[in-house]
C-alpha cells in the first residue's frame, strides 16, 4: 500500500504564494511520475500539473501555468506544488497522486492518491 501525504495548506489572500508538499514514504518513489489535482466545491477534478521520474519537463494545466511549479526530491520521496499569484479562482481541495498510465492529464491513469489539503484564496 502506498501512502501520499500532502501538506501545506491554508488561507491566503489573492496574489499571495502557498507551497503544497506532498511525502511518499517508503516504496520505489523515484520508479514514478507524480501529478497534482485539484477539485473545488461542486466542479470537477482538474488537472493542475505533473512531473516526471527524473524532475525533468514538468507539464502545466492551462490555468496555473506561469504560476505553479512542480519539482521533486527524490532523495526524500517528495514532490512540491509552488503557487504564486494565487486567486480566488485557485480555491479547491489539493491533492498529488502517483501515475501509472500514459495520459498525464487524466485522473484515471493515476492509481494512489494523497487525502488532499484544502487551499483557499480570498479576495
Known amino acids: 500500500q502506498v501512502q501520499l501525504v500532502e501538506t501545506g495548506g491554508g488561507l491566503v489572500q489573492a496574489g499571495g504564494s502557498l507551497r503544497l508538499s506532498c511525502a511518499a514514504p517508503g516504496g520505489s518513489f523515484s520508479s514514478y511520475a507524480m501529478g497534482w489535482f485539484r477539485q473545488g466545491t461542486g466542479k470537477e477534478r482538474e488537472f493542475v500539473g505533473a512531473i516526471t521520474r527524473s524532475g525533468y519537463r514538468p507539464y502545466y494545466g492551462d490555468s496555473v501555468k506561469g504560476r505553479f511549479t512542480i519539482s521533486r526530491d527524490n532523495a526524500k520521496n517528495a514532490v512540491t506544488l509552488q503557487m504564486n499569484s494565487l486567486e480566488p479562482e485557485d480555491t479547491a481541495v489539493y491533492y498529488c497522486?502517483?501515475?501509472?498510465?500514459?495520459?498525464?492529464?487524466?485522473?484515471?491513469?493515476?492509481?494512489?492518491w494523497g487525502q488532499g489539503t484544502q487551499v483557499t484564496v480570498s479576495s
Open positions: 497522486a502517483r501515475r501509472i498510465g500514459s495520459t498525464i492529464t487524466n485522473p484515471y491513469d493515476y492509481d494512489y
